[in-house]
């Protein structure tokens, strides 16, 4: 007994990146996320008995994860979550790196302001490169509802990012 | 027809080998396609930048420690949620401002009866043939007052003009466009970047997936 703990617990650490890099897409502020993870993990290991071994772990944990935050917003009244810190991008050109963290700055502005719901399913398939059924998995949602929420996440990040796009064709004058 | 859903699932990976080498096909025939996927793709990259860029790894120790040793158990109010309240109320503020101000129009901007048909009745992704050239709706969305605009470029042989035009009282008015006289090089009559600029003063853009565009299409761009 004490060694399927153990197993658990070290199982648990091992996802403990991609279950940060997930609560920061949903919670938005590096507080938040990692109050959110630790509450996520409290909760795990206080129910660890409820946990079904023939589910993968990481499923249940996002799962877990998910209905914490969507308890949280609820809590505040649907209130939108915090603008994401923008990091500091390593760069030699210093117009680059202006570049760079505006849209750096966009794209998480953009990511920030979807709905919970686009916003998980994009956080597990494009930062965590879990496949649809995956995702649908974690969600607990049909596959066709991860590739309807996903395009239409993917099409609002997509209208604030430079590139090729439409919405941001526009470059100066050098 | 190449939606969103299965450009993103080619993206993903997530199709059959066959149904892969059909959609192959179809986005080779298609330009409009062929924009909207690498749309995707640059965005797919641009967060995923944005996440790396961060140390994802810091306190790991700390917390791969507590769970090691069992878990304390926490006070029940949480920090994240009075930090959202925060953020909810500083993001207030942001949102009330963004709301007294919408596209303006520019000077000597206009529409064609064929553009406004296509604005009217295209759907996103496909080409039409207007006076001069060509036009593709690239998308449609919604700004956070309500109202509806679409993004479109028109193609001649002289330019490429990229442009958005809103509904307003019944009527498709541009809301900005810049012309492109390279590829690499823009210039337009207002400020620099102006597109980004009006989707940011629309308070960002709520895309309409093709489902939602083709009702509105149906009710003549009548409120939903």
């Known amino acids: ?174 | 027809m190449l939606n969103d859903e299965v450009l993103g699932a080619y993206i993903d990976d997530e199709l059959g080998p066959d149904q892969r080498g059909e959609v192959e096909r179809l986005i080779g025939e298609s330009p409009g396609a062929q924009m909207r996927l690498e749309r995707m793709r640059v965005g797919d990259a641009a967060l995923r930048r944005a996440f790396a860029a961060e140390s994802v790894g810091a306190g790991s120790d700390n917390v791969a420690e507590l769970v090691r040793r069992g878990w304390p158990s926490r006070p029940a109010t949480r920090m994240f949620w009075a930090g959202s309240a925060i953020a909810a109320a500083c993001l207030l503020g942001v949102i009330g401002g963004r709301l007294t101000q919408s596209p303006q129009l520019g000077p000597g901007m206009h529409l064609s009866p064929d553009m406004i048909a296509a604005l009217e009745y295209a759907p996103s992704g496909e080409s039409v043939a207007v006076s001069g050239g060509e036009m593709e709706v690239a998308l449609s969305f919604s700004g956070e007052s309500g109202e509806v605009c679409r993004q479109y470029r028109t193609t001649s042989s002289q330019q490429r003009v990229d442009a958005i035009a809103c509904r307003d009282s019944g009527a498709w008015r541009i809301a900005v466009q810049a012309v492109a006289v390279e590829s690499q090089a823009y210039r337009t009559a207002a400020a620099s970047d102006p597109i980004a600029a009006t989707v940011e003063r629309m308070g960002g853009a709520s895309v309409l997936d093709a489902d939602e565009e083709q009702t509105l299409i149906a009710n003549r761009w009548r409120a939903r």
């Open chain 1, 1 to 174: 007994m004490a060694d399927r703990v153990s197993e658990f617990r070290e199982e648990l650490v091992g996802l403990l990146p991609r279950l940060r890099k997930f609560a920061r897409a949903l919670a938005g502020s590096r507080d938040g996320a990692e109050d959110l993870l630790q509450s996520a993990i409290e909760r795990a290991l206080t129910r660890s008995t409820a946990y079904d071994e023939t589910r993968r772990l990481d499923s249940w944990m996002f799962k877990i994860m998910q209905n914490l935050w969507i308890d949280s917003r609820r809590a505040i009244a649907q209130a939108p979550i915090q603008d994401m810190e923008t990091p500091d991008v390593q760069g030699e050109d210093g117009r680059e790196i202006v570049e760079s963290r505006e849209e750096l700055r966009l794209v998480r502005e953009a990511f920030a302001q979807l709905p919970d719901e686009q916003r998980a399913v994009m956080a597990l398939v494009v930062l965590d490169g879990a496949s649809y059924a995956e995702a649908a998995a974690a969600l607990d949602i049909p596959i066709g509802t991860v590739m309807s929420r996903l395009a239409r996440a993917r099409a609002s990040v997509a209208t604030r990012v430079r590139g090729p796009a439409l919405l941001a064709p526009l470059r100066k004058h050098n």
